[in-house]
């Protein structure tokens, strides 16, 4: 159980192109999903996190206009990274959980390879 | 912000040594949790911890949760190839709202044939 499906993932596009990455949680509703950004040799930074019908908390420094998040449903939410520039190249990681009891643990998806030329 | 200090940075052993990494914070975490990434994927839980004393196994796998609530440790006996990857430890501090859980810089193992 608890399968998280990130799709797609990998993505090379042209510098200004927007790109949607998807997130969906297969067998649990995921009443919170997060968004990660992954740095080369580098720990997982958190973006942003996101509930189901309602508005994303940003971290510190990173940009909403940018990195568009929506959270329409149980299992789905999107990351849109907007008119993407080659310093947004990264590994980007989603996860979800779900609060039907407590303290349940976050489960991640495979990730997806953004690179913009 | 509140920080994870994991360690060691990386670890070169020989199959069928066992492994032991750490992390430890100034801040009360209420759960600990073990990951494993495998290069282009996504972390992978291994171990979840509840309780403060706790020790769990999973396989070779074994994990604390600190008396104190600021530590934790993961133990690999009788390490394999396929143990390399990059091991993260993760937790929600106490009373912490949103589930956030804030992770180490990694331990990435590596095995020796």
């Known amino acids: 159980g608890a399968v998280v499906s990130q799709h797609p993932s990998r993505v090379i596009c042209k510098s200004g192109t927007s790109v949607k990455i998807e997130c969906r949680s297969l067998?649990?509703?995921?009443?919170?999903m997060f968004w990660y950004r992954q740095f080369p040799k580098q720990s997982l930074m958190l973006m942003a996190t996101?509930?189901?019908?309602?508005?994303?908390?940003?971290e510190q420094g990173v940009e909403k206009d940018k990195f568009l998040i929506n959270h329409a449903s149980l299992t789905l939410s999107t990351l849109t990274v907007t008119s993407a520039h080659p310093e947004d190249s990264s590994f980007y990681i989603c996860?979800?959980?779900?609060?039907?009891?407590?303290?349940?643990?976050?489960?991640f998806g495979d990730g997806t390879r953004l690179s913009i030329l | 912000g509140q920080q994870l200090n994991q360690s060691p940075q990386s670890m070169f052993i020989q199959e069928g040594e066992d492994v032991s990494m750490n992390c430890t914070s100034s801040?009360?975490?209420?759960?600990w949790l073990w990951y494993k990434q495998d290069p282009g994927e996504g972390p992978v839980l291994l171990i979840a911890?509840?309780?403060?004393?706790e020790l769990t196994s999973n396989g070779r796998l074994t994990a604390q949760f600190g008396i104190t609530r600021k530590d934790s440790f993961l133990n690999i006996s009788a390490s394999i190839p396929s143990d390399v990857g990059i091991y993260f430890c993760?937790?929600?501090?106490?009373?912490?709202?949103?589930?956030?859980?804030?992770f180490g810089d990694g331990t990435t193992l590596t095995v020796k044939p």
């Open positions: 996860s979800a959980r779900t609060e039907e009891t407590r303290n349940q643990p976050q489960h």
């Open positions: 067998d649990f509703q995921a009443t919170t």
């Open positions: 996101s509930n189901e019908g309602s508005k994303a908390t940003y």
């Open positions: 801040s009360i975490f209420n759960t």
């Open positions: 911890l509840y309780k403060a004393g």
């Open positions: 993760a937790g929600p501090f106490y009373n912490t709202n949103a589930g956030k859980s804030t």
